[in-house]
């Protein structure tokens, strides 16, 4: 399927919206944090470390999941879980926007004070 730019522009706006969304609870980015930080690991691992149930640790991973920030492998009876941590690219890529524009803005700012010293 070919897009074109409005159409990648959408596709990456709901991408970052996900990561964003997912990543707001402190509880689902600690959970992404300790993934990342510590490797693949199953659920009774992560919920021995969250300070949740076990159904609520679930429920975070599923989020994350539909975020593509982790990815499941069934070993067994027990899923694990690892980190997919180039799923932040969306999120990193906006920040990368307003990086630059505030950049400019503090670049004129500065340019400004310097006038006015003067």
């Known amino acids: 399927m ?5 159409m990648q522009a959408q596709v990456a706006h709901i991408a970052a919206n996900h990561v964003f969304a997912a990543l707001a609870d402190p509880t689902r980015r600690a959970i992404f944090e300790h993934l990342a930080r510590d490797g693949e690991q199953n659920v009774r691992s992560l919920t021995a470390r969250a300070g949740v149930s076990q159904p609520a640790v679930s ?3 599923g989020i994350l999941k539909h975020a593509r920030l982790v990815r499941d492998r069934r070993a067994g009876r027990e899923n694990h879980y690892s980190a997919q941590p180039q799923a932040l690219k969306p999120m990193l890529d906006w920040m990368g926007i307003y990086a630059a524009f505030w950049h400019d803005r503090f670049d004129r700012l500065e340019s400004l ?3 006015m010293d003067q």
């Not at 070919?2 to 409005?6: D, E, L, T």
């Open 113 to 115: 004070l310097k006038r």
């Open 59 to 61: 429920k975070h991973l």
């Open 2 to 6: 070919v897009m074109i730019p409005a």
